[in-house]
């Protein structure tokens, strides 16, 4: 991506737990940069409506098994299939809100116990390395308690206890973790200064390659 010195977009991630408010938050954001000027674009993994994407969704409704080792690589080349659509965002000067990356992608598998921290990382590396992560932190008792948690795989406290701390693993200087228990519209106004701050940023650095 050397050539993407001059005015580009920032690319954005919003991670955390399952039902923490990722996609109510980044939706929210869209439009908070979009009416502040910033042209800004929503886009979320699992990306279900591509073929790897239609799989991913029958693993996780339960319609379909798979083993640890491919369900990991689907969720990879779920990424690698949406970088030209990145790309082409990033240099066309678009804002991207990302609602779970590369860090989700780790964090979930890791936790499975089978699968290792560098045979996870491999198929990541390379990768668009965002600009910003936003980490929604919350303790995942929280989470049982609202309505949508315990139908797909992965809703479970146990399991979500051990993505948190292989989330917290995965911490860079570019993260920054955001108190999720607390009203929306407050967890929503740090979100949009980060993302403004990073946003000013941005222009004139190369988009970085992730892990690599
Ligand atoms: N998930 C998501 C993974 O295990 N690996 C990944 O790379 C990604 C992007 O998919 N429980 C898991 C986390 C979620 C599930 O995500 C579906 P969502 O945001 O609920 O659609």
Same mark, same amino acid.
């Given at each position: 991506?050397?050539?993407?010195?001059?005015?580009?977009?920032?690319?954005? +991630?919003? &991670?955390?737990?399952?039902?923490?408010?990722? $996609?109510?938050?980044?939706?929210?954001?869209? %439009?908070?940069?979009?009416?502040?000027?910033?042209?800004?674009? #929503?886009?979320?993994?699992? &990306?279900?409506?591509?073929?790897?994407?239609?799989?991913?969704?029958?693993?996780? @409704?339960?319609?379909?098994?798979?083993?640890?080792?491919?369900?990991?690589?689907?969720? @990879?080349?779920?990424?690698?299939?949406?970088?030209?659509?990145?790309?082409?965002?990033?240099?066309?000067?678009?804002?991207?809100? +990302?609602?779970?990356?590369?860090?989700?992608?780790?964090?979930?598998? /890791?936790?499975?116990?089978?699968?290792?921290?560098?045979?996870?990382?491999?198929?990541?590396? =390379?990768?668009? *390395?965002?600009?910003? /992560?936003?980490?929604?932190?919350?303790?995942?008792? *929280?989470? $049982?308690?609202?309505?949508?948690?315990?139908?797909?795989?992965? %809703?479970?406290?146990?399991?979500? &206890?051990?993505?948190?701390?292989? #989330?917290?693993?995965? $911490?860079?200087?570019?993260?920054?973790?955001?108190?999720?228990?607390?009203? #929306?519209?407050? +967890?929503?106004?740090?979100?949009?200064?980060?993302?403004?701050? $990073?946003?000013?940023?941005?222009? =004139?650095?190369?988009?970085?390659?992730?892990?690599?």
């Amino acid at each position: 991506f050397a050539n993407m010195l001059a005015k580009r977009g920032a690319l954005i +991630v919003i &991670e955390g737990l399952d039902q923490v408010g990722k $996609t109510s938050q980044a939706t929210n954001l869209v %439009e908070k940069l979009k009416q502040l000027g910033h042209p800004a674009q #929503f886009m979320g993994f699992p &990306e279900r409506s591509t073929p790897v994407g239609k799989m991913i969704g029958e693993y996780l @409704t339960r319609s379909k098994d798979l083993s640890d080792e491919a369900i990991h690589l689907l969720f @990879t080349a779920n990424r690698w299939e949406l970088v030209p659509v990145i790309k082409q965002h990033l240099r066309d000067g678009t804002n991207l809100v +990302v609602d779970r990356y590369s860090f989700s992608g780790m964090a979930y598998s /890791v936790s499975k116990k089978g699968l290792n921290m560098s045979w996870c990382k491999g198929p990541e590396v =390379g990768l668009p *390395r965002p600009d910003l /992560v936003l980490f929604l932190d919350i303790h995942p008792s *929280r989470l $049982t308690e609202r309505e949508a948690f315990g139908q797909e795989r992965y %809703e479970d406290l146990k399991f979500q &206890e051990a993505v948190r701390e292989n #989330f917290k693993a995965l $911490t860079e200087d570019y993260w920054q973790v955001v108190n999720a228990d607390r009203p #929306f519209s407050e +967890v929503g106004q740090d979100l949009l200064e980060a993302a403004i701050r $990073t946003i000013e940023s941005v222009p =004139g650095k190369p988009v970085l390659r992730l892990w690599a």
